[in-house]
């Protein structure tokens, strides 16, 4: 064997006749395949699956596991992500069998406990936006925006009026110009100020009647909260457009404000980053919009309802909506232990969240500004992004070399290079889940790391099974699938 077993895959592992357990064959005449399957389906080839013991796939998935880098395991300060602690209580009440093992094709009348569940958890979201009709149906914050900016789409176009530009700062997330793109409309990015705001002046260069939708992200990726966003919403309302909230940080918002009190038509959340659903390498999530009563009719299908009788039912009768954007009723199991973690911590407790993620935020900003520049940064909401250019310039360390020494001492890396704002920027967001000491001893680490030499830095990490993969030609030349001389 050419690799070492620890990193080699099942298939190289794999040995002729080798098997875990071996059953007897069964006695019973088995039935002819063809009246199982359709015969156009049925193949003459068997497929080469790896033969293995059962020790070697044990060890394999286990030796696998240990290489998982986790918020239950390690600091997680993922900018933008908001890697926070996820309560495992939520896990026990998601697996409970009454909301775990209910089929979706269930009668109604079977499942009214889970329809009573997403109807209050539907009026929890509506409460904390500010903003009245909510669906629960997107699977991910990107699918939230792509859902409101078709509704905007539909609600333009119920009223006749033809409006194709959507407005985006140039601090936003890729989602923003991405879904507003797909949703059929023409991106025109307005600038950041030199104080990390959206820019007056630009905005108003750029806004007029072509001006379907102005998407902000508030407070922004900069950890900023716009403090213009009530001039903003004014001004967009003015020429009769719509302003979207993008919601993922809404970790520092919570119940000090709600984005239809600042102005806000529309907004997504990410229950997965906000509301504590286990996430990373790609999901499961769920973006639920939230939206004024005028856009109501154009949310998807279904929206959970309430009878007078106090049925609850699937609404699909609901002539204006966009349609469906999900199957069945959305990613039920995030939305759970979402309402889980909103019932367990009350308004009183939401209130602290967002307390404690500033105050976090704000503590390591304070102390990674003695070696770090912050551009943007003497004081900030949940997150902050710190620069390296300066490091670049004076001892050619980058970002990136940063980012990467911090896993050698099992601390994820913050997000780089977002947003573009910022040059060489380390986006760092602690969130509310961690303690001083924790904060401490990172920002330690991180002073400790800026001092190392450049040439040892530019080889890191040094501790890790993979050092630095090819992350452009990974990106431009997805290998997807493995073949045996790959
Ligand atoms: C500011 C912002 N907007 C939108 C998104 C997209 O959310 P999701 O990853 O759930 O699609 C993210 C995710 O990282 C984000 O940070």
Partial sequence: M?????????????????????????????????????????????????????????????????????????????????????????????ALPGLADVHPLQEECSIQGL??????????????????????????GAQGELTA??????????????????LI?????????????????????????????????????????????????????????????????????????LVYLDGANMNAL??????????????????????????????????PVA??????????????AREESGRFFLDENRPLSIGRVRSFFGNIGILIRGYCYLRTLGPQGLRQVSDQAVLNANYLLHRVREFLDVPHGQRCMHEFVASAARLKRERQITAMDVAKRLLDFGYHAPTVYFPLVVPEALMIEPTETESKETLD??????????QEDANFLRQAPHALPISRPDEVRAAREPVLRWLPDS
């Fill in 2 to 94: 050419d690799k070492p077993q620890s990193t080699a895959l099942l298939f190289e592992l794999s040995r002729p006749g080798r098997r875990c357990h071996r059953v007897p064959s069964c006695d019973v005449p088995p039935m002819p395949l063809e009246q199982l399957v359709p015969g156009r389906f049925l193949a003459e080839t068997s497929l080469p699956l790896p033969e293995l013991s059962e020790v070697d796939v044990v060890r394999h998935y286990v030796n696998l596991s240990t290489r998982n880098m986790s918020v239950d395991t390690n600091f997680y300060p993922l900018g933008s992500c908001t890697m926070k602690y996820n309560p495992k209580r939520h896990e026990r009440l998601a």
């Fill in 115 to 140: 329809l009573e569940l997403l109807w209050h958890l539907q009026n929890l979201l509506a409460e904390i936006a500010g903003l009245p009709a909510v669906s629960l149906q997107p699977a991910a």
């Fill in 149 to 166: 900016l078709l509704m905007a789409a539909a609600y333009f176009h119920h009223r006749g009026e033809k409006r194709e530009v959507v």
């Fill in 169 to 241: 700062p140039d601090s936003a997330h890729g989602t923003n110009p991405a879904s507003a793109a797909i949703a059929g409309f023409h991106v025109v990015t307005v600038k950041s100020n030199g104080n990390g705001l959206v820019d007056l002046q630009d905005l108003m260069n750029k806004l007029n009647e072509r001006v379907a939708v102005f998407m902000i992200t508030n407070p922004n990726t900069l950890g900023l909260f716009e403090t213009n966003i009530l001039e903003i919403a004014h001004r967009i309302h003015d020429v009769g457009g």
């Fill in 254 to 287: 919570l119940g000090r404000c709600r984005p239809g009190d600042f102005g806000a038509d529309m907004m997504h959340y990410n229950v997965h980053k906000t509301f504590t659903g286990p996430h990373g390498s790609g999901g499961p999530g769920a973006g």
């Fill in 291 to 304: 939206v004024r009563d005028f856009l109501a009719p154009f949310l998807p299908v279904p929206v959970v």
């Fill in 441 to 450: 001893a990172f920002a330690d680490m991180l002073r400790q790391i800026v």
